[in-house]
């Protein structure tokens, strides 16, 4: 059965097949559209965009086209769904794809928002009423998450940023030591701890 709730300004639609919007998954949204004011010119990308919830209020207040990409069929039904009901279904393009073979290899995004599973497989017994696989990260949460930095490194414009979810300051930690980092590709200038997750900023140099 379908289910609505309120996500910023949005009303977003959901059910027990997808994740439920988290409230605080809110200031993924703000971060992102703080950044888009000031990025290049081009597309805002979301990866494991759910019901599409984070990049729709996130590129709301602009004018720019977003692109989401999720392998669930379902995921991406309400992505579109809820597009329409914001009234940006004419800038907003919903990709049913695995990361790897979602974009074209000429396509660069100035913003990136990625929002990946990330509990610890051993944990995501605690989540009984959550879509194991909108929440499973593997073995240490971190698997789709290296996924979406792979996507990161080869399609953030130069000058772009991209905002990350994650569990803990921990599995930011971790991800910093990825080849993407400690080759200069990327950087991680900030990161903001929130009451149930981390986002972490991640640039590329222009």
């Known amino acids: 059965m379908t289910d609505t709730l309120a996500f910023g300004l949005l009303t977003i639609a959901f059910d027990d097949r997808v994740l439920r919007p988290r409230e605080w998954t809110a200031a993924q949204s703000e971060w992102a559209a703080e950044l888009i004011r000031t990025a290049p010119d081009g597309p805002v990308l979301e990866l494991c965009a759910g019901a599409g919830h984070i990049g729709l209020l996130a590129?709301?207040?602009?004018?720019?086209?977003l692109v989401c990409v999720d392998a669930s069929p379902v995921a991406c039904d309400y992505a579109r769904a809820?597009?329409?009901?914001a009234g940006m279904s004419d800038r907003v393009e919903v990709r049913e794809a695995r990361l790897e073979t979602?974009?074209?290899?000429d396509e660069v995004f100035p913003v990136v928002i990625a929002d990946p599973p990330w509990v610890p497989r051993s944990e995501t017994g605690q989540f009984p009423e959550d879509p194991l696989s909108a929440i499973d990260g593997g073995d240490d949460g971190l698997d789709v998450a290296r996924a979406c930095l792979r996507v990161v490194a080869e399609h953030l414009a130069p000058g772009g940023s991209?905002?990350?979810?994650?569990?803990?300051?921990?599995q930011a930690t971790a991800l910093a030591h990825e080849e993407c980092f400690t080759d200069g590709t990327l950087t991680m200038p900030e990161l903001r701890q929130h009451d149930r997750g981390v986002l972490a900023?991640?640039?590329?140099?222009g």
């Open 59 to 65: 590129v709301a207040a602009s004018d720019r086209r």
């Open 201 to 205: 900023r991640i640039d590329r140099p």
């Open 102 to 105: 979602a974009l074209a290899d």
């Open 162 to 170: 991209a905002v990350l979810q994650l569990g803990t300051v921990a």
């Open 82 to 85: 809820n597009a329409e009901s």
